[in-house]
């Protein structure tokens, strides 16, 4: 059973950075399609970024510009750089790896934006 593992969460000041990784602990067939998503306290969890194994990436609004969604497919990881960040920003973040069979989902990493 493959399994997601995040890290790179944590506490920084607005305006810092922090970048998140996301490996999978074995090769998954078919995968086509990367995401992060974030669940701030009583909101909804909400795509941020997403990245095709072509290579073409989307973002939510409130983040173009600011992060920046890769992947290395040799080491079968994701990542999210953020930039600028807001204290808005502050969430668990969740990977999402997706195959035309199944979703996989990584247990989440907290990140907190505050002074």
């Known amino acids: 059973q493959v399994q997601l593992v995040e890290s790179g969460g944590g506490l920084v000041q607005p305006g810092g950075s922090l970048r998140l990784s996301c490996a999978a602990s074995?090769?998954?067939?078919?995968?086509?399609?990367m995401t992060w998503n974030r669940q701030a306290p009583g909101k909804q969890r909400e795509l941020v970024a997403a990245?095709?194994?072509?290579?073409?990436?989307n973002y939510a609004d409130s983040v173009k510009g600011r992060f920046t969604i890769s992947e290395d497919n040799a080491k079968n990881t994701v990542y999210l750089q953020m930039n600028s960040l807001k204290p808005e920003d502050s969430a668990v973040y969740y990977c999402?790896?997706?195959?035309?069979?199944?979703?996989?989902w990584g247990q989440g990493t907290q990140v907190t934006v505050s002074s």
């Open positions: 074995g090769s998954i067939f078919g995968l086509d399609r």
């Open positions: 999402n790896m997706i195959s035309p069979w199944r979703d996989y």
């Open positions: 990245i095709t194994r072509g290579g073409n990436t």
